[in-house]
């Protein structure tokens, strides 16, 4: 099983889950230590969007996802 769970590892080591998981038994996991929310995603996300609107912007594009709208 494969599951992506937020997470915040307080100052005392004590891991606390964003989110209710209920398991059958002891899982092993791993933990990535992300930067701040205030840095990072937001930044990202504008930084890339010049880059990423080559292709959003295409017809091409445009008729793909037509039939969500």
Same mark, same amino acid.
């Given at each position: 099983?494969?599951?992506?769970? =937020?997470?915040?590892? /307080? !100052? ?11 398991? #059958?038994? !002891? ?11 205030? =840095? @990072? !995603? @937001? =930044?990202?996300?504008?930084?890339? =969007?010049?880059?990423? !609107?080559?292709?959003?912007?295409? #017809? /091409?594009?445009? /008729? ?6």
């Amino acid at each position: 099983m494969l599951k992506t769970v =937020e997470a915040v590892l /307080e !100052a005392d080591g004590r891991l606390r889950l964003l989110e209710q998981v209920d398991l #059958p038994h !002891a899982r092993r996991v791993l933990v990535i230590f992300l930067d701040d929310e205030s =840095e @990072g !995603a @937001g =930044e990202t996300a504008l930084l890339s =969007e010049h880059a990423l !609107a080559k292709d959003w912007e295409r #017809p /091409e594009e445009d /008729e793909a996802w037509q039939h969500l709208q």
